[in-house]
């Protein structure tokens, strides 16, 4: 027996229509995976997506070459501006006391020794009080970079020599 094309077309129907359901829930289980995939992106903070959660050595993430070329890449940054920072800095403050100097031996200034005296003494007692305030944050800052500094010793044997290569150049 033949079938009319409007018979064959019914038949097909719910065929095409079980696959077109079966797409419907593969393409909604996708989304739904990629949306929990933003939600959880959204999440994490950018150095977690970066270095992972967990914050520990480095050597357990990137092999000793990787360390050592980032180390010493930052280093030289680093390295490099410090240097160049700190030629306009001793520019800046030598050029400064230069022409005190000049202004104060042509007379256009007069300095009072007493009062800058007195004031360096006020100035002194207040930074023997602070550093005494200060101590134990000064100390957990130390500890706690010769910590990663131990757990890290590639990465920051790199960034050493990196950096002087900076100062260097």
Known sequence: MQMTPDVQAAEDRPTYSKMANSRKDVEEEIYDKVVDLTEYAKRQRWWNRLFGTNSGPVAE??????????????????????????????????????????ANNSGYIQVDWKRVEK?????????????NQAGPELN?????????????????????????????S
């Open 61 to 102: 993430k990137y092999s000793v070459a990787t360390q050592i070329a980032i180390g010493g890449a930052s280093g030289w940054c680093a390295g490099y501006l410090f240097q160049k920072v700190g030629k306009v800095a001793a520019t800046a403050v030598g050029g400064g006391l230069l022409l005190l100097q000049i």
């Open 119 to 131: 004031d360096v003494n006020k100035a002194k007692k207040q930074l023997k009080k602070s550093t």
């Open 140 to 168: 957990t800052f130390v500890e706690k970079s010769t910590e990663f500094v131990k757990k890290n010793i590639v990465v920051t044997s790199g960034f050493i020599g990196g950096f002087l290569l900076g100062l260097a």
